[in-house]
């Protein structure tokens, strides 16, 4: 079976060709997202391997049906990037990687909330240009606070226990609390509660119609006053406009994302030659107590393997599974 992959970066290629000399498909990278006209570039392919910011629409898996693409493989967690009720329509088959390492995006999001907070990131530049001044590093102590996690899935569960361990008071928010959270003593409460309550938020829901900037300006305004707010998400949790403002008001004291709404036009690439036209971003990096971050929560060697196994496995059970099911076909 051929496999064609977009948006690939020297990583993805590495790590999947290695993977793949257990599987022997044959493999071909893109560098390119995947849209409404690249989707022309495939040939004589039978699945696609797709990433966060490739654009699987209706229009996208009309095309991919003339191509004769029956299996299209997430090679990520959140699938809010793909038409699924059109994807069952046309009858292709969608699978992706649903926990690869939620270690590693749970201790990303750790290192966020401690350099915000501790400004290793100031002492560093400072301390190479032979200023050893302490003033403006000033932070807080993390042990004694108020963390509250939204969404406590396989990363947020991750989160919410590792923060603890650092002598904090956790709260937790989820329509679907997590058993083994209770029975370990955590505290589940409303989402206001939690918004009202906390002195650090972080986000770990999935991107829904339900979630989509579930902080926006109501939100942001039950928050106390100079709250820390963490997003390994998704980008769409988060109404940027309003932690613009809110930022400027100072309700938000630190604001720390991995993800951002307009990311796919910026994230994955080196733009450093380039005059960025998105003046949302310009303004977000300008304020000294905002930490941005590529999408890079899931980025270690870990989780990079566990994703190339998986998804050529999830490949190669659905193909399995597509030629049993023609077997039956022919029998009846
Ligand atoms: P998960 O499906 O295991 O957990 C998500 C949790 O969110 C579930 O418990 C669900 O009940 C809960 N939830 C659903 N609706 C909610 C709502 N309205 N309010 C609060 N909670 C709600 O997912 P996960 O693997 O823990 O991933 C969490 C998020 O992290 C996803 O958005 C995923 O895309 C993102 N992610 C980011 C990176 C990265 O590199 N930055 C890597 C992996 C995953």
Redesign the pocket.
Known sequence: MKISFFSTQPYDIKFFKECNEKFKFELEFFESNLDEHTVNIIEDSEAICVF?NDVVNDKVINKLVKKGIKYIALR?????NVDLESAKRNGLKVCRV?????E??AE?TLAMLLTLNRKTHKAYNRVREQNFSLNGLLGTTIHGKTVGV?????????FAKTIKSLGTHVLL??????DELISEGFNYVS?EELLKQSNIIS??????P??HH?INKDTISVMKQGVYLIN???GG?IDTRAIIEGLKSKRIGALGI??YEQEDKLFFRDLSETIIEDETIQLLLSFPNVLVTA?????TEE?LSQIALVTLDNLKQLKEFNSIENKSAELV
């Open positions: 966060v990520n967690a959140g699938f809010n649903p926990a690869y390492s939620p590693a995006v990303h939204i969404g406590t899935g396989n990363i947020g569960k991750v928010y989820d329509p679907f609390p997590n989402l986000l770990h829901c999935p991107l829904t339900e979630t579930i390994t998400s998704r949790l991995d993800v999408h890079q929560a899931f980025f989780a």
